[in-house]
Protein backbone atom coordinates (compact mmCIF):
# COMPACT_ATOMS: atom_id res chain seq x y z
CA UNK A 1 0.00 0.00 0.00
CA UNK A 2 1.21 3.33 -1.07
CA UNK A 3 0.86 6.71 0.16
CA UNK A 4 -1.96 9.01 -1.61
CA UNK A 5 -5.03 6.95 -2.21
CA UNK A 6 -7.49 8.53 -4.55
CA UNK A 7 -10.77 8.44 -2.53
CA UNK A 8 -13.14 8.59 -6.36
CA UNK A 9 -11.57 4.69 -6.41
CA UNK A 10 -13.42 3.73 -3.50
CA UNK A 11 -16.29 1.96 -3.27
CA UNK A 12 -18.76 0.38 -0.43
CA UNK A 13 -20.69 -3.04 -0.02
CA UNK A 14 -23.85 -3.16 2.42
CA UNK A 15 -24.83 -6.89 4.05
CA UNK A 16 -27.32 -7.65 6.48
CA UNK A 17 -26.16 -9.71 9.51
CA UNK A 18 -27.80 -12.66 10.51
CA UNK A 19 -26.12 -11.91 13.94
CA UNK A 20 -26.32 -8.56 14.92
CA UNK A 21 -22.77 -6.90 15.32
CA UNK A 22 -21.38 -10.00 13.79
CA UNK A 23 -19.41 -8.57 10.56
CA UNK A 24 -20.13 -10.42 7.60
CA UNK A 25 -18.01 -9.27 4.10
CA UNK A 26 -19.75 -9.18 0.99
CA UNK A 27 -19.84 -12.35 -0.94
CA UNK A 28 -20.28 -11.01 -4.67
CA UNK A 29 -19.80 -8.10 -6.64
CA UNK A 30 -23.86 -7.48 -6.57
CA UNK A 31 -23.64 -6.53 -2.78
CA UNK A 32 -21.81 -3.23 -3.32
CA UNK A 33 -24.01 -0.30 -4.01
CA UNK A 34 -23.47 2.68 -5.74
CA UNK A 35 -23.13 5.82 -3.73
CA UNK A 36 -22.84 9.26 -4.49
CA UNK A 37 -19.30 10.88 -4.40
CA UNK A 38 -20.42 14.16 -2.62
CA UNK A 39 -21.74 13.18 0.96
CA UNK A 40 -20.07 10.21 1.77
CA UNK A 41 -18.66 9.93 5.19
CA UNK A 42 -17.84 7.86 8.11
CA UNK A 43 -16.83 8.69 11.44
CA UNK A 44 -15.49 5.81 13.69
CA UNK A 45 -14.90 7.32 17.29
CA UNK A 46 -14.31 6.34 21.32
CA UNK A 47 -15.89 7.82 23.66
CA UNK A 48 -13.31 10.15 25.87
CA UNK A 49 -13.79 10.35 29.57
CA UNK A 50 -11.60 12.98 31.26
CA UNK A 51 -10.53 12.97 34.50
CA UNK A 52 -10.49 15.73 36.70
CA UNK A 53 -7.47 14.84 39.09
CA UNK A 54 -6.32 17.52 41.19
CA UNK A 55 -2.64 17.97 40.70
CA UNK A 56 0.57 19.79 41.28
CA UNK A 57 0.13 21.90 37.65
CA UNK A 58 -3.05 23.36 35.60
CA UNK A 59 -2.44 20.17 33.26
CA UNK A 60 -4.85 17.42 32.29
CA UNK A 61 -3.76 13.83 33.92
CA UNK A 62 -4.42 11.45 30.98
CA UNK A 63 -8.01 10.53 29.96
CA UNK A 64 -9.49 6.94 29.64
CA UNK A 65 -11.45 5.74 26.56
CA UNK A 66 -14.62 3.87 26.66
CA UNK A 67 -17.36 2.50 24.49
CA UNK A 68 -16.99 2.51 20.77
CA UNK A 69 -19.42 3.69 17.89
CA UNK A 70 -19.51 4.34 14.44
CA UNK A 71 -21.97 6.75 12.20
CA UNK A 72 -21.71 8.27 8.61
CA UNK A 73 -23.78 8.97 5.43
CA UNK A 74 -24.24 6.98 2.59
CA UNK A 75 -26.17 9.56 -0.20
CA UNK A 76 -27.31 7.48 -3.18
CA UNK A 77 -29.53 7.80 -6.34
CA UNK A 78 -32.83 7.59 -6.07
CA UNK A 79 -33.99 5.28 -8.42
CA UNK A 80 -35.67 1.39 -9.26
CA UNK A 81 -34.18 -1.64 -10.59
CA UNK A 82 -34.80 -1.50 -13.69
CA UNK A 83 -36.75 -4.64 -13.53
CA UNK A 84 -40.08 -4.48 -12.37
CA UNK A 85 -40.64 -5.83 -9.18
CA UNK A 86 -37.08 -6.36 -8.12
CA UNK A 87 -35.56 -4.32 -5.18
CA UNK A 88 -33.20 -1.40 -6.28
CA UNK A 89 -29.12 -1.89 -4.90
CA UNK A 90 -30.31 -0.04 -2.13
CA UNK A 91 -32.63 -2.75 -0.89
CA UNK A 92 -30.76 -3.71 2.56
CA UNK A 93 -30.68 -0.16 3.34
CA UNK A 94 -34.26 0.51 2.91
CA UNK A 95 -34.78 -2.37 5.10
CA UNK A 96 -32.78 -1.10 7.90
CA UNK A 97 -34.55 2.15 7.27
CA UNK A 98 -37.96 1.33 7.10
CA UNK A 99 -38.20 -2.45 8.72
CA UNK A 100 -40.82 -3.77 6.31
CA UNK A 101 -40.88 -4.99 2.50
CA UNK A 102 -42.55 -6.99 -0.05
CA UNK A 103 -42.46 -7.54 -3.89
CA UNK A 104 -45.92 -7.99 -5.45
CA UNK A 105 -45.74 -9.95 -9.13
CA UNK A 106 -47.67 -8.03 -12.34
CA UNK A 107 -51.44 -9.17 -12.75
CA UNK A 108 -53.75 -9.06 -15.37
CA UNK A 109 -57.26 -7.50 -15.05
CA UNK A 110 -60.42 -9.35 -15.74
CA UNK A 111 -63.36 -7.45 -16.88
CA UNK A 112 -65.68 -4.63 -15.22
CA UNK A 113 -62.69 -2.03 -14.36
CA UNK A 114 -63.69 1.26 -13.00
CA UNK A 115 -61.36 4.23 -12.49
CA UNK A 116 -60.91 3.44 -8.82
CA UNK A 117 -61.67 -0.13 -9.07
CA UNK A 118 -59.87 -2.90 -10.53
CA UNK A 119 -60.50 -6.41 -11.01
CA UNK A 120 -58.30 -9.55 -11.49
CA UNK A 121 -58.77 -13.39 -11.06
CA UNK A 122 -56.45 -12.82 -8.42
CA UNK A 123 -53.30 -10.71 -7.12
CA UNK A 124 -50.86 -10.14 -4.68
CA UNK A 125 -50.79 -6.83 -3.99
CA UNK A 126 -51.08 -4.78 -0.78
CA UNK A 127 -52.82 -1.91 0.77
CA UNK A 128 -50.17 1.30 0.71
CA UNK A 129 -48.57 -0.49 -2.70
CA UNK A 130 -48.12 1.90 -5.14
CA UNK A 131 -48.91 0.20 -8.85
CA UNK A 132 -48.29 1.35 -12.64
CA UNK A 133 -51.42 0.91 -14.34
CA UNK A 134 -50.16 0.22 -17.64
CA UNK A 135 -52.95 0.99 -20.40
CA UNK A 136 -51.63 1.43 -23.45
CA UNK A 137 -51.30 5.05 -24.07
CA UNK A 138 -52.26 6.14 -20.84
CA UNK A 139 -50.17 4.99 -18.26
CA UNK A 140 -50.87 6.09 -15.15
CA UNK A 141 -49.87 5.59 -11.03
CA UNK A 142 -51.47 5.46 -8.33
CA UNK A 143 -51.60 4.15 -4.74
CA UNK A 144 -53.73 1.30 -3.08
CA UNK A 145 -55.98 2.17 -0.57
CA UNK A 146 -57.72 -1.37 0.07
CA UNK A 147 -58.02 -4.79 -1.40
CA UNK A 148 -59.85 -7.39 -1.60
CA UNK A 149 -58.77 -11.30 -2.90
CA UNK A 150 -59.92 -10.10 -6.44
CA UNK A 151 -59.88 -6.49 -6.56
CA UNK A 152 -57.76 -3.40 -5.72
CA UNK A 153 -59.16 0.47 -5.36
CA UNK A 154 -57.16 3.90 -5.72
CA UNK A 155 -58.40 6.73 -3.25
CA UNK A 156 -58.84 8.70 -6.38
CA UNK A 157 -59.53 8.28 -10.24
CA UNK A 158 -57.21 7.36 -13.08
CA UNK A 159 -57.27 10.49 -14.95
CA UNK A 160 -58.11 8.71 -18.18
CA UNK A 161 -60.84 6.64 -16.40
CA UNK A 162 -61.93 3.02 -16.51
CA UNK A 163 -58.67 0.90 -18.14
CA UNK A 164 -59.36 -1.81 -20.88
CA UNK A 165 -60.13 -5.71 -19.75
CA UNK A 166 -57.15 -7.16 -19.54
CA UNK A 167 -54.33 -4.34 -18.69
CA UNK A 168 -51.61 -5.16 -17.08
CA UNK A 169 -50.85 -4.12 -13.86
CA UNK A 170 -47.00 -4.11 -13.24
CA UNK A 171 -44.62 -5.68 -10.25
CA UNK A 172 -44.00 -3.94 -7.49
CA UNK A 173 -41.56 -3.35 -4.44
CA UNK A 174 -42.83 -1.89 -1.55
CA UNK A 175 -41.01 -0.82 1.34
CA UNK A 176 -42.82 0.13 4.56
CA UNK A 177 -42.60 1.36 8.54
CA UNK A 178 -41.76 -1.82 10.80
CA UNK A 179 -39.02 -1.11 13.11
CA UNK A 180 -38.88 -4.21 14.99
CA UNK A 181 -38.11 -6.02 11.69
CA UNK A 182 -35.36 -3.99 10.40
CA UNK A 183 -31.91 -5.66 10.57
CA UNK A 184 -28.86 -4.31 10.62
CA UNK A 185 -26.31 -4.15 8.58
CA UNK A 186 -22.32 -4.62 8.18
CA UNK A 187 -21.37 -1.99 5.45
CA UNK A 188 -17.80 -2.24 4.19
CA UNK A 189 -16.10 0.93 2.60
CA UNK A 190 -12.62 0.41 0.46
CA UNK A 191 -10.50 3.53 0.63
CA UNK A 192 -8.79 3.73 -2.53
CA UNK A 193 -9.46 0.16 -3.44
CA UNK A 194 -6.89 -0.84 -0.75
CA UNK A 195 -8.11 -0.11 3.31
CA UNK A 196 -11.18 -2.12 4.30
CA UNK A 197 -12.58 0.04 7.00
CA UNK A 198 -15.84 -1.78 8.14
CA UNK A 199 -18.73 -0.50 10.07
CA UNK A 200 -20.15 -3.36 12.29
CA UNK A 201 -24.17 -3.79 13.88
CA UNK A 202 -25.10 -0.63 11.48
CA UNK A 203 -28.59 0.53 11.85
CA UNK A 204 -29.97 3.43 9.07
CA UNK A 205 -31.09 6.14 11.58
CA UNK A 206 -32.49 8.66 8.78
CA UNK A 207 -33.12 8.96 5.07
CA UNK A 208 -33.61 12.55 3.48
CA UNK A 209 -35.10 13.10 0.21
CA UNK A 210 -32.88 15.13 -1.73
CA UNK A 211 -33.24 17.11 -5.30
CA UNK A 212 -36.60 16.41 -6.20
CA UNK A 213 -36.72 19.64 -7.45
CA UNK A 214 -37.63 20.69 -11.04
CA UNK A 215 -35.32 19.74 -13.42
CA UNK A 216 -32.96 17.79 -11.08
CA UNK A 217 -31.67 14.40 -10.58
CA UNK A 218 -33.48 13.01 -7.01
CA UNK A 219 -31.11 11.64 -4.39
CA UNK A 220 -31.61 10.22 -0.98
CA UNK A 221 -29.18 10.68 2.10
CA UNK A 222 -29.17 7.82 4.21
CA UNK A 223 -27.51 8.72 7.93
CA UNK A 224 -26.46 5.08 9.83
CA UNK A 225 -25.48 4.77 13.47
CA UNK A 226 -23.24 1.27 14.17
CA UNK A 227 -21.55 -0.45 17.49
CA UNK A 228 -18.05 -1.12 16.61
CA UNK A 229 -15.59 -0.36 13.75
CA UNK A 230 -12.51 -1.88 12.44
CA UNK A 231 -9.81 -0.94 9.65
CA UNK A 232 -7.05 -2.98 7.65
CA UNK A 233 -5.53 -3.53 4.56
CA UNK A 234 -7.89 -4.93 1.84
CA UNK A 235 -8.81 -4.75 -1.76
CA UNK A 236 -12.31 -5.92 -2.20
CA UNK A 237 -13.49 -9.57 -2.14
CA UNK A 238 -15.09 -8.92 -5.52
CA UNK A 239 -15.03 -6.63 -7.90
CA UNK A 240 -18.40 -4.51 -7.71
CA UNK A 241 -21.16 -4.56 -9.97
CA UNK A 242 -24.27 -1.87 -10.17
CA UNK A 243 -27.54 -2.34 -12.12
CA UNK A 244 -27.92 -0.96 -14.97
CA UNK A 245 -30.73 0.96 -14.09
CA UNK A 246 -30.83 5.40 -14.75
CA UNK A 247 -32.12 7.69 -12.18
CA UNK A 248 -35.43 9.50 -13.54
CA UNK A 249 -34.79 13.40 -13.98
CA UNK A 250 -37.80 15.27 -12.18
CA UNK A 251 -39.63 16.13 -14.71
CA UNK A 252 -43.13 13.99 -15.55
CA UNK A 253 -43.03 13.95 -11.86
CA UNK A 254 -45.85 14.73 -9.85
CA UNK A 255 -47.42 15.18 -6.60
CA UNK A 256 -50.96 15.17 -5.57
CA UNK A 257 -52.45 16.99 -2.49
CA UNK A 258 -55.99 14.85 -1.61
CA UNK A 259 -55.77 13.31 -5.12
CA UNK A 260 -55.05 16.23 -6.92
CA UNK A 261 -52.60 17.20 -9.25
CA UNK A 262 -50.75 20.23 -7.62
CA UNK A 263 -47.74 22.44 -9.38
CA UNK A 264 -45.03 22.90 -7.28
CA UNK A 265 -40.98 22.95 -7.75
CA UNK A 266 -39.57 20.88 -4.97
CA UNK A 267 -40.48 18.29 -2.72
CA UNK A 268 -39.19 16.65 0.02
CA UNK A 269 -39.36 13.82 2.71
CA UNK A 270 -37.17 13.09 6.01
CA UNK A 271 -37.84 9.73 7.60
CA UNK A 272 -35.97 9.70 11.41
CA UNK A 273 -35.71 6.65 13.01
CA UNK A 274 -34.80 7.04 17.14
CA UNK A 275 -32.35 4.04 18.19
CA UNK A 276 -31.57 2.87 22.02
CA UNK A 277 -28.56 1.09 22.65
CA UNK A 278 -28.40 -1.71 24.52
CA UNK A 279 -25.54 -1.44 27.46
CA UNK A 280 -24.12 -3.96 29.40
CA UNK A 281 -20.96 -3.64 31.71
CA UNK A 282 -19.90 -7.16 30.96
CA UNK A 283 -19.25 -5.93 27.25
CA UNK A 284 -15.51 -5.14 26.61
CA UNK A 285 -17.14 -2.13 24.12
CA UNK A 286 -19.98 -1.78 26.40
CA UNK A 287 -22.88 -1.47 24.07
CA UNK A 288 -24.41 -5.03 22.87
CA UNK A 289 -27.26 -4.05 20.50
CA UNK A 290 -29.65 -1.54 19.80
CA UNK A 291 -33.11 -1.12 18.76
CA UNK A 292 -35.59 1.40 16.83
CA UNK A 293 -37.26 3.01 19.30
CA UNK A 294 -39.72 5.39 17.17
CA UNK A 295 -40.05 6.28 13.75
CA UNK A 296 -41.39 9.45 12.05
CA UNK A 297 -41.63 10.97 8.73
CA UNK A 298 -41.96 14.48 8.34
CA UNK A 299 -41.61 16.66 5.12
CA UNK A 300 -41.95 19.88 2.62
CA UNK A 301 -43.15 20.97 -0.42
CA UNK A 302 -43.76 24.15 -1.65
CA UNK A 303 -47.21 24.47 -4.20
CA UNK A 304 -48.07 27.60 -5.54
CA UNK A 305 -50.50 29.56 -4.04
CA UNK A 306 -54.17 29.25 -5.13
CA UNK A 307 -55.92 32.68 -4.60
CA UNK A 308 -58.88 32.87 -2.12
CA UNK A 309 -57.84 29.62 -1.06
CA UNK A 310 -59.69 27.25 -3.63
CA UNK A 311 -57.81 24.09 -2.53
CA UNK A 312 -58.58 24.27 0.71
CA UNK A 313 -54.86 24.13 2.01
CA UNK A 314 -54.84 26.93 4.28
CA UNK A 315 -58.43 25.54 5.84
CA UNK A 316 -57.30 22.74 6.19
CA UNK A 317 -54.28 23.47 8.47
CA UNK A 318 -55.81 26.27 10.55
CA UNK A 319 -58.57 23.41 11.23
CA UNK A 320 -56.16 20.85 11.80
CA UNK A 321 -57.63 18.31 8.74
CA UNK A 322 -55.63 15.82 7.52
CA UNK A 323 -54.31 15.44 3.96
CA UNK A 324 -52.84 12.79 2.05
CA UNK A 325 -49.62 13.10 -0.44
CA UNK A 326 -48.92 11.13 -3.23
CA UNK A 327 -46.08 11.53 -5.86
CA UNK A 328 -43.82 9.63 -8.30
CA UNK A 329 -40.76 9.98 -10.87
CA UNK A 330 -40.67 8.41 -13.83
CA UNK A 331 -37.97 7.01 -16.97
CA UNK A 332 -40.05 7.66 -20.31
CA UNK A 333 -40.13 5.33 -23.01
CA UNK A 334 -37.68 7.17 -25.24
CA UNK A 335 -40.94 6.66 -28.14
CA UNK A 336 -43.52 7.80 -26.06
CA UNK A 337 -45.50 10.92 -26.67
CA UNK A 338 -47.49 12.66 -23.96
CA UNK A 339 -50.65 11.94 -23.05
CA UNK A 340 -53.29 14.87 -23.47
CA UNK A 341 -55.65 13.51 -20.31
CA UNK A 342 -52.70 13.44 -17.66
CA UNK A 343 -49.64 15.15 -19.39
CA UNK A 344 -47.65 12.56 -18.60
CA UNK A 345 -45.86 10.38 -21.45
CA UNK A 346 -47.87 7.13 -22.47
CA UNK A 347 -45.27 4.59 -21.93
CA UNK A 348 -43.19 4.85 -18.99
CA UNK A 349 -41.15 2.45 -17.13
CA UNK A 350 -38.26 2.86 -14.00
CA UNK A 351 -41.00 4.26 -11.46
CA UNK A 352 -40.44 5.47 -7.94
CA UNK A 353 -42.84 6.81 -5.62
CA UNK A 354 -44.00 8.24 -2.55
CA UNK A 355 -47.46 7.67 -0.56
CA UNK A 356 -48.05 9.60 2.87
CA UNK A 357 -52.07 8.21 3.26
CA UNK A 358 -52.44 10.54 6.30
CA UNK A 359 -50.21 13.52 7.39
CA UNK A 360 -50.92 16.80 9.02
CA UNK A 361 -49.71 20.45 8.06
CA UNK A 362 -47.54 21.76 10.88
CA UNK A 363 -46.42 24.92 8.74
CA UNK A 364 -48.04 27.19 6.27
CA UNK A 365 -45.42 30.55 5.05
CA UNK A 366 -45.25 32.16 2.21
CA UNK A 367 -42.59 31.42 0.39
CA UNK A 368 -40.78 32.71 -2.74
CA UNK A 369 -39.93 30.85 -5.90
CA UNK A 370 -38.11 33.23 -8.64
CA UNK A 371 -40.30 35.63 -7.18
CA UNK A 372 -43.72 34.01 -7.47
CA UNK A 373 -45.42 33.02 -3.91
CA UNK A 374 -45.72 29.56 -3.15
CA UNK A 375 -47.12 27.76 -0.36
CA UNK A 376 -43.82 26.75 1.88
CA UNK A 377 -45.70 24.05 3.85
CA UNK A 378 -44.23 21.42 6.09
CA UNK A 379 -46.26 18.48 7.19
CA UNK A 380 -45.49 15.38 9.34
CA UNK A 381 -47.11 12.01 8.93
CA UNK A 382 -48.82 9.41 11.14
CA UNK A 383 -50.42 5.98 11.16
CA UNK A 384 -53.71 4.63 11.27
CA UNK A 385 -54.06 1.16 11.61
CA UNK A 386 -50.01 1.09 12.25
CA UNK A 387 -47.08 0.23 9.63
CA UNK A 388 -49.17 2.70 7.56
CA UNK A 389 -47.86 6.08 8.25
CA UNK A 390 -45.62 6.61 4.97
CA UNK A 391 -44.82 3.81 1.61
CA UNK A 392 -42.10 3.91 -0.91
CA UNK A 393 -42.29 1.82 -3.72
CA UNK A 394 -40.15 1.10 -6.86
CA UNK A 395 -41.59 0.21 -10.16
Request: with cysteine; proline share 5%.
Amino acid sequence: MAIGVPLNESSVAVKEESTEGTYVAETAGTDFVEVLADGLEVTQEKETIERNNLSSTLEKVAPRTSTRAVSGTIPVEYKADGTAGDAPETDALYKSLMGGSRSAASATTTTGNSSTVLNFSSHSFSIGDIVLVQESGAFEVRPISSTTSGTITFPFALANGAPSDGVVVEAVQTYFMDGSNAPTLSITRYIGGELREKSIGCRVSSASLENFTTGQVPSVSMGFGGLDFDREDGAPLFTPTFDSAQPPVVLSACVFIDGVQRDMNSFSFSIENEIGRITSTCSDNGVISSRITSQMATGSMDPYIDDADADGLFTKFKNNEDISIFGFALIPDSASSINATTGLPDDFADVVAFWIPQAKITEFPVGDQEGIATNAITWQAFRSSGNDSIFLSFI
